[in-house]
Antibody, heavy 117, light 107 residues
Framework: QVQLKESGPGPVQPSETLSLTCTVSGFSLTSYGVNWVRQPPGKGLEWMGRMRYNGDTSYNSALKSRLSISRDTSKNQVFLKMNSLQTDDTGTYYC???????????WGQGVMVTVSS | DVVLTQSPATLSVTPGERISLSCRASESVDTYLHWYQQKPNESPRLLIKYASQSISGIPSRFSGSGSGTDFTLSINGVELEDLSIYYCQQGNSLPYTFGAGTKLELK
């Protein structure tokens, strides 16, 4: 069955770089896209960016200068890197499978990222 | 960016009643509007795609309607397990955006 699972470092210091991995199973990264969505504690959802099935990437302009998404299809993994972290980057980060015209049919369990000194 | 405005922010409900949640877009998104349910400490779950298309495994009491800028999620006979936050999301243009959510609470 389709599964996505995020993994990451836990607490991060301000100004450091966040590195997250989304490991997928049950589908191919060359057939489906993967998106990253985050959620600050007690707040709503924000789309961060995506890796399309063909390797193209798109980013939310609000984050574009800090964000990079890449993949390793042989390992069924998609990677998120975001630099210059601040405390308001604290939240739960989800990877999701993206379908045509941007709906997300499967979500990972999410990984909590805390930015604190 | 397309702004999605959801109303009301909170809705107090009685089990069994029929309710409607609104999502309005700042510009037309055609029918590329999707709905999600999020329960506390859980990941969001897709409820409706393309404004009105049902999703396998989602109870039939959930339905969606609308096109352009005005959309509605209806629940026909609210159950206690439906007490959650509901988000709309547009997939018409990048960046994809979400509404701020409507929280269903028990009256």
């Amino acid at each position: 069955q389709v599964q996505l699972k995020e993994s990451g470092p836990g607490p991060v210091q301000p100004s450091e770089t966040l590195s997250l991995t989304c490991t997928v199973s049950g589908f191919s990264l060359t057939s489906y896209g993967v998106n990253w969505v985050r959620q600050p504690p007690g707040k709503g959802l924000e789309w961060m960016g995506r890796m399309r099935y063909n390797g193209d990437t798109s980013y939310n302009s609000a984050l574009k200068s800090r964000l990079s998404i890449s993949r390793d299809t042989s390992k069924n993994q998609v990677f998120l890197k975001m630099n210059s972290l601040q405390t308001d980057d604290t939240g739960t980060y989800y990877c999701t499978r993206g379908l045509i015209r941007g709906y997300f049919d499967y979500w990972g369990q999410g990984v909590m990222v805390t930015v604190s000194s | 960016d397309v702004v999605l405005t959801q109303s009301p922010a909170t809705l107090s409900v009685t089990p069994g009643e029929r309710i409607s949640l609104s999502c309005r877009a700042s510009e037309s998104v055609d029918t590329y509007l999707h709905w999600y349910q999020q329960k506390p400490n859980e990941s969001p779950r897709l409820l409706i795609k393309y404004a009105s298309q049902s999703i396998s495994g989602i109870p039939s009491r959930f339905s969606g309607s609308g096109s352009g800028t005005d959309f509605t999620l209806s629940i026909n006979g609210v159950e206690l397990e439906d007490l959650s936050i509901y988000y709309c999301q547009q997939g018409n243009s990048l960046p994809y955006t979400f509404g701020a959510g409507t929280k269903l609470e028990l009256k």
